[in-house]
């Protein structure tokens, strides 16, 4: 079981998942996510009333399908603004590209492979 404090309230696992944590806010056991556990504890250390961590989780995964997503690939940011699949871009060699997250990734380990390949034809 692993412990963290924040806010000067004990965080701590449930079981042996590293992913659902819990907190006692005055007689009461919150369950949640780390992060929704979290805001859970801002807002009672803010407003003094208690919101159950399942109120966050949802509003985050509304919120996260709107906003977009990023990702690392091989050293590169892989970004989406808009949530649709082939609304992907990369700032890759000085230049913006664009596609579904898959041609991305393919065109990246593509060109990573011929500059590799180059590279030991130099070496020979």
Same mark, same amino acid.
């Given at each position: 079981?692993?412990?963290?404090?924040?806010?000067?309230?004990?965080?701590?696992?449930?079981?042996?998942?590293?992913?659902?944590?819990?907190?006692?806010?005055?007689?009461?056991?919150?369950?949640?996510?780390?992060?929704?556990?979290?805001?859970?504890?801002?807002?009672?250390?803010?407003?003094?009333?208690? *919101?159950?961590?399942?109120?966050?989780? $949802?509003? /985050?995964? +509304?919120?996260?399908?709107?906003?977009?997503?990023?990702?690392?690939?091989?050293?590169?940011?892989?970004?989406?603004?808009?949530?649709?699949?082939?609304?992907?871009?990369?700032?890759?060699?000085?230049?913006?590209?664009?596609?579904?997250?898959?041609?991305?990734?393919?065109?990246?380990?593509?060109? *990573?492979?011929?500059?590799?390949?180059? $590279?030991? /034809?130099? +070496?020979?």
């Amino acid at each position: 079981m692993a412990v963290a404090s924040y806010r000067g309230m004990e965080l701590k696992t449930v079981g042996q998942s590293t992913d659902i944590w819990q907190v006692k806010i005055k007689n009461r056991v919150l369950t949640g996510s780390m992060v929704a556990v979290k805001k859970s504890v801002d807002w009672w250390c803010e407003s003094a009333s208690i *919101i159950d961590p399942k109120e966050f989780e $949802s509003l /985050a995964s +509304k919120h996260e399908t709107s906003e977009g997503m990023q990702e690392q690939f091989a050293g590169f940011t892989l970004k989406n603004d808009t949530g649709q699949p082939g609304d992907w871009y990369c700032m890759f060699n000085g230049r913006l590209i664009k596609g579904s997250k898959l041609g991305l990734q393919k065109h990246i380990e593509k060109t *990573i492979i011929e500059l590799r390949q180059a $590279s030991q /034809a130099k +070496k020979e």
